[in-house]
């Protein structure tokens, strides 16, 4: 991936990450989320994975935000830019995002392979990458009964959702 | 890295391709294409509401002192410039009120569908380059990515405007391409089952050696597999189509913008150009929605016995005239397919009523979601049943 790219849409991923948090309007909030991902999806074309990057926006920009900002343009938005800064809170969430920091540069720091580049991945000779087909497959072969697995607990999890919906209606 | 090393490291050529059949497409054929979609709107609802609709708009020569407007060979071809001229010379308005960030973004977003064209092949390849902007085997699932995102604009304008009406069309909206965006997603794996692949080019080889999904008649075509599976392609074909409708927002489903209860929806409080990119946005995902019915159905750039732009197959005296006549004879006949199938929406248009709003859900929901889950298991049954 060319350096530029590469540093343009990770400065820009993580500033519009930085404006989720910072925005007060929960709907520029959620249209930041957005940009993020796309953000992120372009690192992941960048990575030659066009199919982690499609799946990255069909599901989290396309599908996910579009229900949070479905609901969150129901709710009253006033309530949430109204609300005074907690200094406590403020002051709290610093210290632990500070020490998480902290215990992040520390274990990165003491890993031995972190001093030297990754080796250059090279493909086999006459093989084109399709890495929809490689996800398939190793889900298909190697991963069948975690994948079943979680086709259960989404299941289940649906189910539950539609239980407690509907008892809430009567 | 040195400036010149990085300036060879860019892959020029490459780059003006796709540059160069990026601005083909997008100028070239899709905006005309919207702009005379509009026009050809105008004269069929004419046509079967038995009026005339707009039939005289030509070069304007009466501004130069003549008698009349020069009119151009069919008459009323002017019109679409005229429309354009109008839009861009009126005053643009922003009602009092509106959140203006958004209230400006929502238009802009509205021409994202424009982008899912770079994944649609529009014709088979002139001078050895593949009429293809994007080749990448992910074709259907960018796809689908670039209509997901599509629901912003509509949800953003209603909001955005701080008004009943566009509110409600906005709330609309998003619940109709949720609902609908899953049936179309499941109307598609059939053809995935059978074809392997989601690389769109591929799609339209395989179906130019192998007869078109919906009509087998030559090549692979020809086996009890491929005529078996017409029975869920064509449940496919139909589910997918009337998830386009919904879509794209058109009659029977209009419901975001439905004129008799929402004004116009939630496009109301907009104006001049800003109305415009709506409504070019609306014909644009018209168009993409016609381009995946051709290339997943009706073999894409495809004729039968005609030969592609690298002078592969067809009828043999038809090799005696260069490549890339037959290069352009393949665009030429993608856009016609799509302008078939525009002409069959336009129809349906002024034919059918509207759906109420909770007729549209539970058709959705009830019906197309249950009928295209039990197709893929149908046509898995048929592809099992067949490799035996």
Known sequence: MNPILFYLFSILMLGFGIAVVANRNPVASAMSLVVSFFCLAALYVGLDAYFLASIQVVVYAGAVMVLFLFIIMLLDLKAEQRRKFNKLAIGGGALVALAFAAQLVGVLGSHPRGDKPFPELKLPVGESLNDLQHVGETLFSLHTLPFQVIGVLILVATIGVIVISKRELK | ?388
């Open chain 2, 1 to 388: 890295m040195t400036t010149l090393a990085f300036f060879d490291s860019i892959p020029w050529e490459m780059i003006l391709w796709a540059a160069g059949k990026s601005l083909f497409v997008i100028f070239g054929v899709v905006l005309p294409l919207v702009s005379y979609t509009v026009y050809a709107e105008r004269r069929v609802s004419a046509a079967i509401q038995d009026r005339v609709g707009p039939n005289r708009t030509g070069f304007p020569t009466t501004l130069l002192g003549f008698k009349k407007d020069l009119q151009l060979f069919l008459g009323g071809l002017g019109q679409p410039i005229a429309d354009a001229m109008k839009f861009i010379l009126k005053e643009d308005f922003t009602p009092a009120g509106v959140k203006h960030f958004y209230f400006w973004l929502a238009p802009c977003l509205a021409m994202l569908p424009l982008v899912s064209l770079a994944f649609i092949p529009f014709g088979s390849s002139l001078f050895g380059e593949k009429m293809v902007i994007a080749n990448v085997n992910v074709g259907v699932l960018g796809i689908f990515a670039v209509t997901g995102c599509s629901v912003y604009a509509i949800v953003l304008a209603g909001w955005a405007s701080n008004s009943k009406y566009p509110f409600l069309g906005g709330i609309r909206s998003s619940s109709q391409m949720i609902a609908y965006e899953l049936s179309m997603g499941l109307s598609i794996i059939p053809v995935l089952m059978l074809f392997g692949s989601m690389n769109l080019s591929d799609l339209v080889q395989y179906q130019a050696d192998n007869g078109w999904l919906l009509l087998p008649l030559w090549g692979n075509g020809l086996s009890t597999e491929r005529w078996l599976m017409l029975i869920p392609l064509t449940i496919s074909f139909i589910i997918f189509m009337i998830a386009v409708f919904a879509e794209t927002n058109r009659l029977p489903f209009d419901m975001p913008e439905s004129e008799t209860e929402l004004v116009a929806g939630y496009h109301t409080e907009y104006g001049s150009m800003k109305f415009a990119l709506f409504f070019l946005g609306e014909y644009a995902a018209m168009i993409v929605g016609s381009a995946l019915m051709v290339v997943f159905f009706f073999g894409g750039w495809h004729i039968p016995l005609i030969p592609d732009g690298n002078g592969v197959g067809g009828l043999s005296f038809l090799h005696a005239l260069p490549d890339w006549v037959w290069g352009i004879v393949n665009i030429t006949a993608f856009f016609g397919k799509v302008a078939v199938i525009l002409v069959f929406f336009i129809w349906v248009r002024w034919t059918l009523p509207r759906f109420r709003f909770d007729q549209l859900m539970k058709l959705g929901w009830l019906y197309l979601f249950e009928i295209a889950l039990a197709n893929i298991f149908l046509a898995a049954a048929v592809l099992a049943f067949t490799s035996n």
